[in-house]
Structures are given as structure tokens and as C-alpha cells.
């Protein structure tokens, strides 16, 4: 992609799964990364797999200070800060009925109220600058009905409404997108299916098969590209086609 080398990278959530995709992907077109997580463990894991990485910074989203303290020390680390990738994201696989509050909470302070931490503490940090790129992670789960999910559903219909807000009031300076993939094969998803439910989503999927974390890496270094100078202020979506025949292919 056209000016990613040397372009300074921070992903959130970026120890395992599509952050860990995306950290190697925009290390393959040069640029500087910086991977942020609370998973102490996460972390040591892509330090190992990506011996590349700029740095590592542990934060929990959900807290501001920590999250100020990291997008500091990540700014130290880089000299500077041009692309966020704000990724870090938690679900829960529960019946509406039995969403207790404090799932509730845990899962919309992860996925809305973090996401809002770091685009803003960053934002803050490109608007003094030279501007740069915030890419949200969405979710297909943000923009239609799904069954088991209604935390996550709200918290990712949120990260698109605000991604859109954002976009209005930080142009021209600051580009603004999200992507939202559909069924990829992460960890996280991993550990909530079963083999025979992954077997039942393939089914329905026109293309008949998960993402690769890899593939919405692709998406996202796109997006931060130069390629990419006259997108803001919408969502990419990355489903194998699942959500382009509504109920027919599903």
C-alpha cells in the first residue's frame, strides 16, 4: 500500500487475534508498530511472533489514566503517533434473559466507553500534529439483528456511530473509518463455537467460510494507506457476503 512505510502505528487489543494480524501486516509495508493489550501474556506472545514490533504497552481501555499513560508512552516509543487501530473488543455468548449487569457493563466498557478513551486520548495527539488515521473496529453484529449478543450488538452499533462523529468533527485533519468484519476465525470465536456451529455459520456464508484475521488486516492497511486519502467517515464491511441477501443468506 502506498505510504505505510514508516508510518507509526498503535493497535489496540493487538496481543492475539485480528490485532496480532494487523500489527504483522503493517509491519510488512514498513511501518513502525506498537502493540497495546491487557494481557500481559498476549503481549509476550507477539513480541515473540513479531520480533519487529516498535514496543509493547499494557493498558486496560476501561480505564482512562491508564489508557493516557500508554498512548504517552507509545507517542516516547515512536516519535509520534499516525495510525490508530482501535481493536481491543470482549464478547459474551448469553440468552438476552440471562445478561447479568455486570456483564452488561464489562462488555460496553470494553467495546464503547474504551474505544472512546483511545480515539479521543489519540485524537488529541494527531490534532496537535500532523493529523492522521483512526480505524475503529466494528462489527456486521453493529448493523443488523443477532441473537445471543445484545451487549455486544449495542457496544459495536455504538463504535459506528461514533466512528461517523468522529469523522464530521476531526476533518479535514484526521480520517476516520471502521471496519466491521462478520465471522472470522479468531480465538475469541474459537473458544464461544463449537465445531458443528462452525460447520452451521459456513453453511449459510455465500463464500462459505470464515474470515482469516489476516484478510481484515488487508482491510485495515488499506484504509490507513495513502491509497486510501478521500475515505472517512464510513464502515467497511467483511462478511463473505452474508449480510448482502438480508434473511436469504442467513
Same mark, same amino acid.
Given at each position: 500500500?502506498?505510504?505505510?512505510?514508516?508510518?507509526?502505528?498503535?493497535?489496540?487489543?493487538?496481543?492475539?487475534?485480528?490485532?496480532?494480524?494487523?500489527?504483522?501486516?503493517?509491519?510488512?509495508?514498513?511501518?513502525?508498530?506498537?502493540?497495546?493489550?491487557?494481557?500481559?501474556?498476549?503481549?509476550?506472545?507477539?513480541?515473540?511472533?513479531?520480533?519487529?514490533?516498535?514496543?509493547?504497552?499494557?493498558?486496560?481501555?476501561?480505564?482512562?489514566?491508564?489508557?493516557?499513560?500508554?498512548?504517552?508512552?507509545?507517542?516516547?516509543?515512536?516519535?509520534?503517533?499516525?495510525?490508530?487501530?482501535?481493536?481491543?473488543?470482549?464478547?459474551?455468548?448469553?440468552?438476552?434473559?440471562?445478561?447479568?449487569?455486570?456483564?452488561?457493563?464489562?462488555?460496553? /466498557?470494553?467495546? $464503547? =466507553? #474504551?474505544?472512546? !478513551?483511545?480515539?479521543?486520548?489519540?485524537?488529541?495527539?494527531?490534532?496537535? %500534529?500532523?493529523?492522521?488515521?483512526?480505524?475503529?473496529?466494528?462489527?456486521?453484529?453493529?448493523?443488523?439483528?443477532?441473537?445471543?449478543?445484545?451487549?455486544?450488538?449495542?457496544?459495536?452499533?455504538?463504535?459506528?456511530?461514533?466512528?461517523?462523529?468522529?469523522?464530521?468533527?476531526?476533518?479535514?485533519?484526521?480520517?476516520?473509518?471502521?471496519?466491521?468484519?462478520?465471522?472470522?476465525?479468531?480465538?475469541?470465536?474459537?473458544?464461544?463455537?463449537?465445531?458443528?456451529?462452525?460447520?452451521?455459520?459456513?453453511?449459510?456464508?455465500?463464500?462459505?467460510?470464515?474470515?482469516?484475521?489476516?484478510?481484515?488486516?488487508?482491510?485495515?492497511?488499506?484504509?490507513?494507506?495513502?491509497? /486510501?486519502?478521500? $475515505? =472517512? #467517515?464510513?464502515? !467497511?464491511?467483511?462478511?463473505?457476503?452474508?449480510?448482502?441477501?438480508?434473511? %436469504?443468506?442467513?
Amino acid at each position: 500500500m502506498r505510504g505505510l512505510s514508516e508510518k507509526r502505528v498503535l493497535i489496540t487489543g493487538g496481543g492475539s487475534g485480528i490485532g496480532a494480524a494487523t500489527a504483522a501486516r503493517f509491519l510488512d509495508e514498513g511501518s513502525a508498530v506498537c502493540v497495546l493489550d491487557c494481557d500481559p501474556d498476549g503481549l509476550q506472545r507477539v513480541s515473540e511472533d513479531l520480533p519487529g514490533l516498535a514496543g509493547t504497552v499494557r493498558a486496560d481501555v476501561t480505564d482512562l489514566g491508564e489508557v493516557r499513560a500508554a498512548v504517552d508512552e507509545a507517542v516516547l516509543i515512536m516519535g509520534g503517533l499516525d495510525v490508530l487501530i482501535n481493536n481491543a473488543g470482549i464478547s459474551i455468548r448469553h440468552d438476552f434473559l440471562e445478561i447479568t449487569p455486570e456483564e452488561w457493563d464489562r462488555v460496553i /466498557a470494553v467495546n $464503547l =466507553t #474504551g474505544n472512546f !478513551y483511545v480515539a479521543q486520548t489519540v485524537a488529541r495527539h494527531m490534532m496537535d %500534529a500532523q493529523g492522521g488515521v483512526i480505524l475503529n473496529t466494528a462489527s456486521t453484529n453493529g448493523t443488523l439483528g443477532y441473537p445471543f449478543y445484545a451487549d455486544y450488538n449495542a457496544s459495536k452499533a455504538g463504535v459506528i456511530a461514533v466512528t461517523r462523529s468522529m469523522a464530521l468533527e476531526l476533518a479535514p485533519k484526521v480520517r476516520v473509518n471502521a471496519v466491521a468484519p462478520g465471522y472470522v476465525l479468531t480465538p475469541m470465536q474459537r473458544a464461544e463455537y463449537t465445531d458443528e456451529m462452525l460447520e452451521e455459520v459456513n453453511r449459510k456464508l455465500p463464500l462459505q467460510r470464515f474470515a482469516s484475521p489476516e484478510e481484515v488486516a488487508g482491510i485495515f492497511a488499506f484504509l490507513a494507506s495513502d491509497d /486510501a486519502s478521500y $475515505l =472517512t #467517515g464510513h464502515i !467497511y464491511i467483511i462478511d463473505g457476503g452474508e449480510t448482502a441477501g438480508g434473511l %436469504a443468506s442467513r
